[in-house]
């Protein structure tokens, strides 16, 4: 437990480092991308190796799902460059490449499954191009957005960790997730929205020197704004890591790296993120589409 507070202690500290360097001048922007791109080629590559290691028996006895790691490439390659210039529409065409390389080997492989092209397909999508819209949201909105998108997973998962440690008796999903309770699940909520009241003192409020455009300000009534997107945020939170812990157990692994020592691989890290990550891009393109600002695109 020490360890693992340790270690997300010095990983706050390292975000806020970045963030301040954020601030210092229009391109250092690139260097939070550039975190973000790394952490989306690590985790692209611990999912094929969690599928590689799936309890799936071939007719050749072997196990595993076959993917295509050329597409995999392709879309990391791709992504940054293709949404730093064109946006949303570079996004879906990065996508669309590394799905047509994948679609190639199926066709020519034949020892290649359906089920190994849905894998691969699944594999490009999920973490990278879910990863790319934080390309996308960081130029077009400011920092605001990719802060609530990851800070209230954060703050979400610790409240409801401990929550469930003090409280929680009664389990919700004992087959997928066996240590999630009831008690938990209201605390993570609870937590995503004292998440977002806390990017709001931290950002707004108290001005932390980074790129900011786009503040829920402008919408009125603030700290109502940032509590109820908190706590949006917060459920889907919850059920991203449902969900990374129902692929897990698919695959019949714990974590899908050991990169990050006891605190599993990089997407053990940003399983939920990815989750509040798309609930935060159709939120602002909600609220961009309602009219309450004017974008501005870094480039």
């Known amino acids: 437990m020490v360890k693992r507070t340790v ?4 990983m706050a500290g390292l975000l806020f480092l970045i963030l301040w360097i954020v601030g210092l001048g229009e391109h250092t922007l690139l260097v939070f991308d550039f975190l ?3 952490m989306g080629a690590v985790a692209t590559f611990e999912i094929a190796g969690a599928v590689k290691k799936a309890d799936v028996l071939r007719k050749d006895e072997t196990k595993g799902y076959r993917i295509s790691k050329i597409s995999l490439a392709v879309m990391v390659i791709a992504t940054f460059p293709l949404t730093y210039f064109f946006g949303y529409i570079g996004l879906l065409f ?6 047509i390389v ?17 894998v691969n397909v699944f594999s490009l999508i999920y973490p990278m191009f879910i990863l790319g819209l934080i390309f996308v949201m960081d130029r077009r909105y400011g920092m605001i957005p990719v802060l609530l998108a990851m800070g209230i997973s954060t703050i979400s998962d610790a409240a409801a960790y401990w929550v469930g440690i003090l409280f929680g008796k009664k389990k919700i999903f004992p087959k997928i997730s066996p240590k999630k309770t009831y008690a938990g699940c209201l605390g993570g909520l609870l937590g995503g929205a004292l998440g977002g009241i806390i990017v709001y003192l931290i950002f707004e409020l108290g001005e932390f020197p980074t790129y900011i455009d786009f503040t829920f300000t402008e919408l009125g009534l603030p ?12 459920f889907f939170s919850e059920i991203g890591d449902l969900a990374a812990s ?14 990050l020592g006891s605190h599993g691989g990089v997407l053990d890290r940003i399983d939920s993120i990815l989750f509040t990550t798309v609930c935060m891009a159709i939120i602002m393109g909600i609220i961009e589409i309602a009219g309450y600002f004017d974008v ?4």
């Open 102 to 118: 994948a679609f190639v080997e199926f066709i020519f492989r034949s020892e290649r499954t359906f089920n190994d092209f849905a």
């Open 7 to 10: 270690t997300g202690i010095i």
């Open 246 to 259: 129902r692929v897990k157990r698919s695959v019949g692994i714990k974590d899908y790296g050991k990169l």
């Open 36 to 38: 973000v791109l790394f």
């Open 296 to 299: 501005t695109v870094i480039v």
């Open 223 to 234: 700290v109502l704004w940032y509590a109820l997107i908190g706590l949006i945020l917060a």
């Open 94 to 99: 990065a996508l669309l490449i590394s799905f």
